[in-house]
Every structure is written in structure tokens, then in C-alpha cells.
């Protein structure tokens, strides 16, 4: 058996997230088919994260096992040939012995972004962006999302779901296999590009709906519904209805894993 990595991106408007699920289209599913359409051989690639439905990567990590001898250009054409144009593999190669998308890693990116209120959101960037309806100070959001830095117990912004509480608890890495909610993160800021408020943070891990529900509470504050400085005390209550509500999928990109 062989082990590979492949780093893909996709549009994830039409999918129902990364994890495969009867009857619906998925990341994980379409990808699966189509290496068992080129190889023959049933796997399941295993990514670097569950991003949700609707959500989009800029470079997602992805691996897996097979027996078939065929050559990493000859895979990468067979896919990008047979896979549908919304999701494209960047690359693909053998990877060492071990390599495991998901417990390999050792950070992440994201970025989200939005688009304000005053301006008319073209039909082409509606899908990849969040319309906000609300005006939004940046100066406010980028005092909001300077308060994460550093390690913290998430869990005022992680999903409440008791169904995805194994799903919420993995952590990026090889740390143990156990509950927890503590999360590093090394960069969290703010910026605007060509109209478009971004947001973009690092860290070595990130619950379910973390992102989103950050954004959401920094969007709490940029529209002046609540202080910037509330943060601390949002993280310290540890409780997710303290925190705002969860931004929408669109807007969120998995930007990039590390190793």
C-alpha cells in the first residue's frame, strides 16, 4: 500500500460539506468515487478538517492508501480529468509512511469574508462572501478579534450540537484523543481588500463552527451592539449562548494546513 497526500480546492456551494453522507453530494464522497473510478480500489480519503456545508478551500489536505502502482502525474491528471470543476487537485504525491491529514497537522488557516453594507454585492462574489447588511466599524472588529490571541477554552464559540461533540473535541496534532476546548491561536486580525472585509486567523486547531461564530460575535462589535473589549468575557463564561450568532458558511475559505 501506498500512502498519498493531496492538497485540493474547491467551491463548496454545492456540497454538503467535506464528510461523506448517504444521498447527498459531498467533498469526501465525490473524491472517493472518483479515485474508485480511476483505481478500482474503495478509500476513503481522510481530510485535514470537516469543513461544514457551503463552506470553501483554498488548499485542503487530504489522505490516503492505495495498491495501484500508477505514477502521482498520471493520478493528478486521472482526477482533475474526472472530478467536477468545483473541486480541482493543486497536487498530489506519495507521502511518508504515517502521514495522516488530519492528526499530522499542526495549524491551520482560515480567512472569512464580507461584504459590507452601502454597495451592491455582485451575483459572481455573492457565493464567497457573507453580504452584511449592517455597517461595520473595522477598527471596533479588529479590537474584537485582537482578545483570541494566545491559548483560551473555546467553548463559548463552539457548536452546541451533543452529536458532534467527538467531531468538536479533535485537535489538530498529536495531542490525546480527548475532550477539549483549548485552542492556540497566533494570528487573528482584520483588513479590508478592494471593498471586501477579510478576516484571517491561525491556530493549532479550531471547533466546530468556530470561525463562524467568532465572526459573528466580531461582527456583534463592529456594528456596535456590543464592546470589543467583551471578548475576555465571552471566552471566560464558557458558554456558547454568550457569544453572537454564526456567520454564514459562504464566506468562510480554508486557506491553508500545516505540517
Known sequence: MSNWKAILSYDGTPYHGWQIQPNLPTIQGTLAQVIHHITGE??????????????HALAQVASFSLESPIPPANLHRALNRALPPSIRILSVEHAPTGFHARHSAVGKTYEYHI???????SPMLAPYVWPCPFPLDLQKLQQAATHILGSHDFT?????DPDLTTRTAEPIGEQPQHATAIRTIRHSYWREQEGILIYRVTGTGFLHHMVRNLVGTFV???MGRISPHAIPEILARCNRSAAGPTAPSSGLFLVEVEY
Open 42 to 55: 474503495s478509500t476513503l480519503p481522510q481530510g485535514s478538517g470537516r469543513t461544514d456545508a457551503g463552506v
Open 115 to 121: 461584504h459590507p453594507t452601502g454597495t451592491i454585492c
Open 156 to 160: 463559548s464559540f463552539a457548536a452546541t
Open 220 to 222: 456583534e462589535a463592529g
